[in-house]
């Protein structure tokens, strides 16, 4: 008798118990993001396609002087629309200053916020957004998807390489009382549109540009590793850290170089579409409690961390930190390209940028005392950030990299 062969399936299951090898996700990409020196004048005819007409613009007051929100103010009137500013966002805007912004907004009949600034300013215009057509307070959408209106269309305008905001669907705003930040998400928060004028970004202080640059770099790094790591996220992180990486001192070094100055905002928001997607680590999750106490900034406290937390997270995912010190040509594959020292390198070259800025590399140097940090650890473990570090941290090791920080 003649014997049929079985042929084989087609996809195979993995035997019981085994881990799937590809990460699930689920990758939604909302906003459309236009690129390229001069793309500024472009918002108005930008606004227009999205039907809208009567316009809130936030912005912060010290952009002003750089000319980037009357820039903003033109294009769009040129365009027919009618625009009303709203300036009075501060530097990491907490729910007073969201609720500020939404009185000032609710009677004009708005359509369309527009943002031009940092990622103050877009987290700002996020927060209104929320309040504006969902009422309530910014703690009411703390966590993801609790907006059950629908959300005024957006248009993000940074005018830093740094937050990545404008990729991004979370608002981050800071509780008036306790200040630790709220991560506020949701998909309709999501500019519809981001426009990345390098020219833009030019303006900025010198210390503004290290500052932004050092968090752009940690959230290509961070969001790299971390444990909701999958193949799109890391795709998008791995070439954000190729062009931060390369880039960073080179606009610390030459500020007006507008090709570098365009790579920077190309490698943030591809960072912070990483991070839509993966999230962060444990260095975010230490920086919030130290801008809650001794308002460091964002930036500054994530680069006097973020040796410590790759050190720290080498024991789990070295092979990852080669593949990103060797993209950068931090470490030469012939002459010491081994797993194991990769994570150095990378730390090192962290703590040369931070001095190539000029700006500190202890908590020390920025007045925290050893006494505090016990404190700071109870809180970075309760960051939301933290439990997808990829090396699972204890109240016991975030206080160890405080420390190590000191
Ligand atoms: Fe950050």
């Given at each position: ?137 910014m703690a009411d959408y703390k966590g993801f998807g609790k907006a059950q209106k629908p959300m005024l269309p957006s248009i993000g305008v940074p005018t830093t390489a740094g937050t990545g905001s404008e990729a991004q669907s979370y608002a981050l705003i800071a509780d008036e009382q306790t200040h630790m930040k709220m991560a ?223």
């Amino acid at each position: 008798m003649k014997t049929i062969a079985t042929p084989a399936p087609a996809h195979r299951l993995l035997p019981p118990g085994t881990a799937w090898p590809l990460q699930p996700f689920d990758f939604h990409a909302p906003t459309r993001i236009v690129f390229g020196p001069g793309t500024l004048n472009r918002l108005g005819e930008l606004a227009r396609e999205l039907g809208d007409t009567r316009v809130l613009l936030v912005t912060d007051p010290g952009l002003e002087e750089a000319g980037h929100p009357q820039r903003a103010m033109q294009s769009l009137r040129d365009a027919g629309l009618e625009v009303f500013l709203f300036d009075a966002v501060e530097q990491n805007p907490t729910s007073a200053h969201v609720e500020a912004g939404v009185e000032f907004a609710r009677p004009l009949n708005i359509d369309l916020i527009v943002s031009v600034g940092g990622g103050s300013a877009m987290d700002c215009a996020k927060g209104i957004n929320f309040i504006l057509t969902n009422g309530g307070t910014m703690a009411d959408y703390k966590g993801f998807g609790k907006a059950q209106k629908p959300m005024l269309p957006s248009i993000g305008v940074p005018t830093t390489a740094g937050t990545g905001s404008e990729a991004q669907s979370y608002a981050l705003i800071a509780d008036e009382q306790t200040h630790m930040k709220m991560a506020c998400g949701d998909r309709k928060a999501a500019f519809h549109v981001a426009i990345l004028d390098p020219e833009v970004t030019v303006s900025q202080p010198a210390r503004v540009t290290a500052i932004t640059g050092i968090d752009a770099l940690s959230h290509a790094l961070e969001s790299y590793v971390t444990s909701k790591r999958n193949q799109l996220s890391q795709m998008f992180a791995r070439e954000a850290w190729k062009l931060l990486a390369v880039n960073l001192e080179r606009v610390l070094k030459e500020p007006g170089e507008l090709e570098a100055r365009g790579a920077m905002q190309v490698g943030a928001v591809l960072a912070g579409t990483a991070i839509e997607n993966s999230m962060l680590g444990a260095c975010h999750a230490c920086a919030n409690p130290l801008t809650a106490h001794y308002g460091i900034t964002h930036g500054l406290a994530i680069g006097i961390l973020l040796p410590h937390v790759v050190r720290f997270n080498a024991a789990a995912v070295a092979p990852l930190y080669h593949d990103l010190a060797a993209d950068s040509g931090f470490i030469d594959l012939e002459q010491n390209g081994h797993e194991a020292t990769a994570a150095e390198h990378l730390a090192r070259r962290i703590v040369d940028l931070m001095r190539v800025a000029d700006l500190p590399t202890t908590l020390a140097d920025c007045g925290v005392s050893a006494g505090i940090l016990p404190v700071l650890a109870d809180e970075a473990s309760q960051q939301w950030t933290a439990r997808f570090n990829p090396r699972p941290v204890s109240h016991g090791d975030l206080l160890g990299l405080y420390q190590a920080a000191m």
